[in-house]
């Protein structure tokens, strides 16, 4: 279908369509590739958008019969193709233990009502994590977040986590590196 969608395009629209491509590929690549070479870097560089982005391009050069005449699928704005410059949302990074310890470090002596409080967990397992770390308090903060980390799994997201402390009255250095 992308063979059969540039194989209708003028010469003079090919290269205005290469042109806009060229915010996504590089332009050697782009400016001596023929219509079947075209196509083939289209389905590599973008597996599953090559399409998509050719419909959005079709677009921006006026060429809405192409569009309906191959029954491009259209947006949810009515629109047909999609919105090549927008990046596909990325989901949301899970916290690593280098993370957590970074956050025990600055949570201080009050780690067990953040445990508590904030965090929903129960103190005689907080006990137990004081008692396994005696001699660090830091340790015992750290461990203090690797269980609710592993209680959340997934959702165990630098968000999370900021949104769960915001009753707590921690160093602000706390939320700025969740916020990283």
Do not use: N, Y
């Not at 083939?40 to 998509?52: D, E, M, N, V, Y």
């Not at 947006?75 to 193709?81: A, K, L």
């Amino acid at each position: 279908m992308l063979l059969a969608l540039q194989e209708e395009l003028s010469e003079e629209e090919l290269q205005r369509f290469k042109f806009l491509l060229g915010g996504h590929i590089p332009a050697g690549m782009l400016a001596p590739a023929s219509r079947p070479e075209l196509c083939s870097i289209l389905l590599q560089r973008f597996p599953s958008r090559a399409l998509g982005i050719t419909a959005g391009l079709l677009r921006q050069l006026g060429r809405h019969d192409l569009l309906q005449r191959f029954q491009l699928p259209q947006d949810e704005d009515g629109t047909v193709g999609m919105q090549e410059d927008a990046p596909a949302p990325s989901p949301p990074r899970r916290l690593t233990e280098r993370d957590l310890m970074r956050i025990a470090q600055k949570l201080g002596r009050e780690w067990q009502e953040v445990g508590i409080v904030c965090l929903g967990l129960q103190k005689s397992r907080l006990e137990q994590i004081r008692e396994d770390h005696p001699h660090s308090l830091v340790l015992q903060s750290f461990e203090m977040l690797r269980e609710w980390s592993r209680r959340h799994k997934a959702e165990a997201t630098a968000q999370q986590l900021r949104a769960s402390l915001r009753c707590a009255s921690v160093d602000p250095d706390v939320f700025d590196l969740l916020q990283d």
